[in-house]
Nanobody, 117 residues
Framework: QVQLVESGGGLVQAGGSLRLSCAAPGINFRVNTMGWYRQRPGQQRELVARIGSGGFTTYADSVKGRFTISRDIPKNTVYLQMNSLKPEDTAVYYC???????????WGQGTQVTVSS
């Protein structure tokens, strides 16, 4: 089965930036919605941003204006550019693909992002 692989997490000071990558070999972005989710300690996993098969993007209110989701179709990679990071952005970030027509959903293993104050 195709695996999604996240990378780019790490430790950063508040106000800093990170770019997460999600390698998705074999995933057709033109029929999959790709999303970034996060799970903060003691909380449920939540949507951060997603990009639809047609390229339309949506964001959680908490990250609007600071985070940008994008995709590179030839490279089968999705990115999450995170700027002006805050301590409350500390979480494990997960990549997800979803093909509604095929009833197929896949997750990556997650990457830790820690923002120090």
């Amino acid at each position: 089965q195709v695996q999604l692989v996240e990378s780019g997490g790490g430790l950063v000071q508040a106000g800093g930036s990170l770019r997460l990558s999600c390698a998705a070999p074999g995933i057709n972005f033109r029929v999959n919605t790709m999303g970034w989710y996060r799970q903060r300690p003691g909380q449920q996993r939540e949507l951060v941003a997603r990009i639809g098969s047609g390229g339309f993007t949506t964001y959680a209110d908490s990250v609007k204006g600071r985070f940008t989701i994008s995709r590179d179709i030839p490279k089968n990679t999705v990115y999450l550019q995170m700027n002006s990071l805050k301590p409350e952005d500390t979480a494990v970030y997960y990549c997800k693909s979803r093909n509604v027509a095929a009833n197929d959903e896949r997750w990556g293993q997650g990457t830790q992002v820690t923002v120090s104050s």
